[in-house]
T-cell receptor, first 115, second 115 residues
Framework: AQSVTQLDSQVPVFEEAPVELRCNYS??????LFWYVQYPNQGLQLLLK??????LVKGINGFEAEFNKSQTSFHLRKPSVHISDTAEYFC?????????????FGGGTRVLVKP | GAVVSQHPSWVICKSGTSVKIECRSL??????MFWYRQFPKQSLMLMAT?????????EQGVEKDKFLINHASLTLSTLTVTSAHPEDSSFYIC???????????FGPGTRLTVT
């Protein structure tokens, strides 16, 4: 079984400032890791994923994340945010070959970008 | 590629009636589809996993007789909320996987309001 903890429920940030969203997970097996973004009343859009290989993963819209196995973390970063980055962000994990490749989601982090 | 649609995008129904939500993979064959429920300002909760031609696997606590899932083809899964009550009001999101199996593609969601 896996679990995901997103350490910040809300992150206010000024436009053009950097942002980091923290995600920690626990699992008894190796995992795939994902970050999704959700805009109001919409489904989820994949920002990036870690499957294997390089621990620094680059995604869409200027986001990147770093997988740290020893700390079981997968924090998301963006060096300079825009107003349009205001949204809910979800970290998720699935186990290798997990039954039905089910995703376990964190509680979400709401990012509010202020002008 | 990898587009998932949902229909309807929103629906209002009266208490006691049933409502069907469709989830379609538009440009790939979905071996597995997932149904999630999301309450306001909360994370996604997996309701069930369905594979084409098989009975759905429901998560603990989800009423099978209330939330009927049919995955009749590799591009279509349906969720029927039977005898809906106001507490069933929620945002329902589906996702689908094809190849590769580990990545889920999400639909835009369906907002159900039961009056």
């Amino acid at each position: 079984a896996q679990s995901v903890t997103q350490l910040d429920s809300q992150v206010p940030v000024f436009e053009e400032a950097p942002v980091e969203l923290r995600c920690n997970y626990s699992s008894s097996v190796s995992v795939y890791l994902f970050w999704y973004v959700q805009y109001p009343n919409q489904g989820l859009q994949l920002l990036l994923k870690y499957l294997s290989g390089s621990t620094l993963v680059k995604g869409i819209n200027g986001f990147e994340a770093e997988f740290n196995k020893s700390q079981t973390s997968f924090h998301l970063r963006k060096p300079s945010v825009h107003i349009s980055d205001t949204a809910e962000y979800f970290c998720a994990v699935s186990g290798y070959g997990a039954a039905g490749n089910k995703l376990t989601f964190g509680g979400g982090t709401r990012v509010l970008v202020k002008p | 590629g990898a587009v998932v649609s949902q229909h309807p995008s929103w629906v209002i129904c009266k208490s006691g009636t049933s409502v069907k939500i469709e989830c379609r993979s538009l440009d790939f064959q979905a071996t597995t589809m997932f149904w999630y429920r999301q309450f306001p300002k909360q994370s996604l909760m997996l309701m069930a996993t369905s594979n084409e031609g098989s009975k759905a696997t429901y998560e603990q606590g989800v009423e099978k007789d209330k939330f009927l899932i049919n995955h009749a083809s590799l591009t279509l899964s349906t969720l029927t909320v039977t005898s809906a009550h106001p507490e069933d009001s929620s945002f329902y999101i589906c996702s689908a996987t094809g190849t590769p199996y580990y990545e889920q593609y999400f639909g835009p969601g369906t907002r159900l309001t039961v009056t």
